[in-house]
């Protein structure tokens, strides 16, 4: 059985940094694209960063460029999020996703393995 289990959430002062972990088991991701997602309350999920796989390229959106930072440790099977400078309304629920179908990191649709989330609060 796949799982993708997120861990290192948590609440945070304006400003401060987390580090959030996803551990895959039941299967190895290194050849895959990986990607970190987040759901506000009331609002659409959206994607925060994605790494390829191999470490072939990274994606990071808009509004977290400079600030966060997506890594993988392919022998751990673990894919890393590093949150600096974090904002209130960053808070959320993060999700890891893996194994992009099409092959891309964006493909919100084509992800296939969800973990169940952690919840980042982030105190203004």
């Known amino acids: 059985q796949v799982q993708l289990v997120e861990s290192g959430g948590g609440l945070v002062q304006a400003g401060g940094s987390l580090r959030l972990s996803c551990a895959a088991s039941g299967r190895s991701f290194g050849g895959d694209s990986m990607a970190w997602f987040r759901q506000a309350p009331g609002k659409e999920r959206e994607l925060v960063a994605a790494?390829?796989?191999?470490?072939?390229?990274?994606y990071y959106g808009d509004s977290v460029k400079c600030r966060f930072t997506v890594t993988r440790d392919d022998a751990e099977n673990t894919v890393y999020l590093q949150m600096d400078t974090l904002k209130h309304e960053e808070t959320a629920v993060y999700f890891c996703?893996?194994?992009?179908?099409?092959?891309?990191?964006?493909?919100?649709?084509?992800?296939?393995?969800w973990g169940q989330g952690t919840q980042v609060t982030v105190s203004s």
């Open positions: 790494i390829g796989g191999r470490h072939t390229n990274t």
């Open positions: 996703a893996g194994y992009n179908t099409l092959g891309t990191l964006t493909a919100e649709h084509a992800y296939r393995y």
